[in-house]
């Protein structure tokens, strides 16, 4: 089989997504069923047609498009990622996993290549938590890790539910009918960048991820006592901001003290009411995402958390609640696909390194119902969800090439 | 003179003037030049018109209503405050003082009052610094403390300057000519309600103040480095929300340790750039008020807070740039001001506090240009700029009545 990925092509059709985006370029800000995020799919949707794939979406929005095999009712393989995007982030944290895998299908195509296994180009719903707090809402819903009625329920900062904004974004159907049955996939493999700096620091072209980071995300919300700036003398206070900034450093240095280089924890957002410049906060909501490779440090990590809350709670007499958004376990690839993905490295004679992946994917949730696992290439510096996310053209080409031979191999 | 206030029209005109607000009731939301201000102002005016005020407005808004005395060529007596209400505030702090200043001037018609010196009731402009950053706006312009080049500058969150904002909102004419001539006011008297806990502490129904602390604002922005929440190790970040959080403590211990009550410093703005859960803080920007009777006192927190930048610099590896806003001279009230509000208190037989403003108001820019001084009343626990701010009909009573006596004093 005469593999060849056409990377100049692929190569434009990820600077053509980018340009569906509400930032200013080069930020891409794609946020889940915004009408820039409806027209990406449309567009997407339009390359699977051209590719010849049979496509359909579920209740959430999930996008498939199948190349359907030599034996249709044999289990699918499946490949994808997500086009959503955070506010001010890049053109490729996803992106590659899903024009790479399209790409990877039309190589296979043109090298003549039929499979027995149809091979499925999944296009995830609302990988990034954006827009409803929770990420990987498609994939949670696909395999069964999130109800339905919990999701229906997930409401964005406007207050609009999930429900509502899918059927505005026009996906009508049941959303308990977006859960895969048993059996779907015969395996799932995700093409992604690597959003960290290991690949580009130890010079290697591609990692296979052996197992995924434990993600957890909640809110925290601080209650103080808001006044006048000028009115309020220091010893009334009961600032809520000042309180958040001690759990903010609480949070780093209980990442910082667990010993293990796989501990991150973030605060993203820091929302302040009222928010005027003359004005004592009286509420404080953080946003805070712990991971790590290890449930139970992560979950140190968490403990250490809520200690610092009890004790800013006793010495500034304010109040705070914590709401736990999710809190997932690690996922381990299996090791048959792991496998399939070392041939593929090794026919093609590229290195590879063994890996965990700290950020967290949909691969993750399909994991509960397929074996998976994820091929990594590098990203300059380890930057991503930033506007200068970077990678060339050369480790995209490579990454798919190896993806194609995977899906090859695992389809035939 | 049988001078009487009309309490109860005075509190229902408090009512009515609250629901011109762009948030729930009883919260109150009204930023300067919005459609929601411009119709506060238009039923303002018709109150005075019907009062038979002769109004006129200038450049950037500020509104004069004066009662024409017996003789029109000599320098008015003015009174009054401001109805502009940062986000989510209460229905007293501004409003008092100029419904107030209304009531005092109607009370002193009702009386048979003629003044010799004309009484003008005052509405500045933009007393909250919550749309273009600077407090005080009409009155800084109104006494020569900000040039008119200056303030046409200053934009608002949306980068909207002064100049535009102001024009749309269908003002109109040169701001340089906002500035009044010398010898325009005689004096300057300000009803306040006194968003400090003094007042009802000390059980005293009435405060006359003899000095207004030295309010200093600036934007502190960090920079540091963004990046996937999963994918950065935490020894390779740059986290400025972890920065940020250090200068918030830094600065409310700089507050706590000069060893002066009257010392109080906020940081009341926390604006994360770009804000998501699971993205690494890159940008903060954080807005800060720090005040204090003694100026010394006050620029040296202001220098422990550049310390402690330089300090949080060098350690994290990030950039921070400060931005003063502004950062003005304390003021002293005028002595014949204050001895006639004290004549005022005694001729009604109510007892009053000699004392310090912490707040500032629009007063502490008049005292460039007419001597003044200010009256307090009490407000329930303190609290100001929040829904449950709380004045007594009886204290807005007896504030009015206190400065209707002050202003007959002072035009005779």
């Not at 992604?192 to 296979?208: D, F, M, S, W």
Request: hydrophobic fraction near 40%; aromatic fraction near 6%; include cysteine.
């Amino acid at each position: 089989m005469n593999l060849k990925i056409d990377q100049e092509r692929l190569i434009s059709e990820i600077e053509a997504l980018s340009k569906f985006s509400d930032a200013e370029a080069p930020a891409v800000t794609r946020i889940v069923f915004t009408p820039t995020d409806l027209k990406a799919r449309d567009w997407m949707k339009s390359l699977c047609r051209d590719a010849g794939l049979a496509i359909r979406k579920d209740a959430i929005g999930n996008t498939f498009a199948r190349w359907i095999g030599s034996d249709p009712l044999a289990p699918a393989v499946g490949t994808g990622s997500h086009i959503d995007a955070i506010p001010n982030a890049g053109k490729f944290d996803g992106v590659v996993g899903v024009l790479g895998g399209l790409e990877a299908i039309r190589a296979l195509q043109r090298a003549g290549f039929r499979p027995r296994h149809s091979i499925e180009l999944l296009v995830f719903t609302a990988e990034e938590p954006t827009r409803f707090g929770v990420g990987c809402l498609g994939s949670r819903l696909l395999s069964g890790t999130l109800s339905a009625d919990a999701a229906a329920k997930l409401i964005d900062k406007d207050g609009q539910p999930v429900e509502e904004v899918r059927r505005k974004a026009g996906f009508s159907g049941d959303l308990r009918e977006v859960k895969l049955p048993a059996g779907y996939y015969k395996a799932f493999v995700e093409l992604h960048i690597e959003q960290g700096p290991v690949l580009e620091r130890e010079r290697q072209p591609l990692g296979i991820v052996e197992q995924i980071a434990a993600p957890a995300s909640l809110y925290v919300t601080v209650e103080g006592s808001g006044g006048h700036a000028g009115g309020v003398l220091m010893r009334d206070r009961r600032d809520a901001l000042c309180a958040a900034a001690e759990l903010i450093l609480a949070l780093e240095h209980a990442a910082r003290s667990t010993g293990a280089i796989d501990t991150v924890a973030t605060v993203g957002i820091c929302d302040v009411f009222p928010g005027a410049i003359n004005s004592i906060p009286a509420r404080v909501r953080l946003g805070i995402d712990v991971r790590d490779t290890s449930l139970a440090r992560r979950d140190r990590v968490i403990a250490d958390l809520e200690d610092a809350c009890r004790k800013t709670t006793a010495q500034r007499q304010v109040s705070i609640r914590s709401e736990l958004l999710n809190a997932d376990a690690p996922a381990e690839s299996g090791p048959e696909i792991v496998a399939t993905l070392r041939q593929a490295c090794e026919k093609h004679g590229l290195r590879f390194l063994p890996m965990t992946s700290r950020a967290y994917h949909d691969s993750l949730f399909m994991s509960r119902i397929a074996p998976m696992a994820m091929l990594f290439i590098p990203c300059r510096n380890g930057y991503s969800h930033r506007p200068d996310e970077y990678a060339s053209p050369e480790d995209i080409a490579r990454g798919t090439l190896v993806l194609a031979e995977t899906l090859a191999m695992l389809s035939e």
